[in-house]
């Protein structure tokens, strides 16, 4: 399986050398390179700017390493992460899946290895959202809010919006057209001789 042509990729490694080579490489592998970080304090402010596909992560970086970068970047915007790696350990492995890590790559990466750990991140990735929104969700019986996994209530639309592609527009279902507008919609919700206003 290939990973999906010209996706946008940000890298964060504290070393330069190593910032252009995996560059290089995601160049090679048909992808583009939108920002690039030193530390995990700007990979995060770069991913929540600059929403790439996916971000590649070093782990030892001055600031903020890649295991927290990780971590609050799933937190505030959900994005599939391949975590750079000199070292494979088994604790540093499963501390990267618990931050969020979708896979992981030895440094330096060739092209063919970023393409197949980009499909595995993606794919971690999808299978998290699917499983977030399949669970039970707390939702308020008055105002319809979600209770979500950190123990905030938000707004559905939100909540939706955060966990999948989603985008919502609003208008009036017809039973609320007929309740706001009387005489203006028939007993099919459908406008009689008025265009009816939109929700704000």
């Not at 499983?131 to 707004?155: N, R, Y």
Request: glycine letters at 6%; proline letters at 6%; charged letters at 25%.
């Amino acid at each position: 399986m290939k990973a999906p042509a010209s996706l946008r990729i940000v890298i964060a490694d504290d070393e330069p050398l190593i910032l252009h080579l995996v560059g290089q490489e995601v160049n090679i592998a048909g992808h583009k390179v939108v920002g690039q970080a030193l530390d995990g304090r700007e990979a995060l402010e770069l991913t929540e700017r600059l929403k790439p596909d996916v971000v590649l992560m070093d782990i030892s970086m001055p600031e903020m390493d890649g295991f927290e970068a990780t971590e609050l970047i799933q937190d505030r915007c959900p994005t599939p992460v391949v975590m750079l790696t000199a070292h494979l350990e088994q604790e540093m492995l499963e501390r990267a899946a618990d931050c969020g890590v979708g896979a992981y790559l030895a440094k330096p990466p060739q092209a063919g290895d970023i393409n197949r750990a980009i499909v595995v991140a993606m794919a971690r990735h999808a299978l998290l959202e699917l499983k977030v929104l399949h669970g039970l969700l707390p939702i308020c019986c008055s105002c319809k809010k979600i209770h979500d996994e950190s123990g905030k209530w938000e707004q559905l639309e939100s909540y939706i919006s955060a966990h999948t592609d989603a985008k919502f527009t609003h208008t009036y279902c017809p039973s609320c057209a007929r309740q706001y507008f009387p005489g203006m919609v028939d007993e099919n919700g459908l406008v009689r001789e008025h265009r009816l206003p939109t929700a704000r």
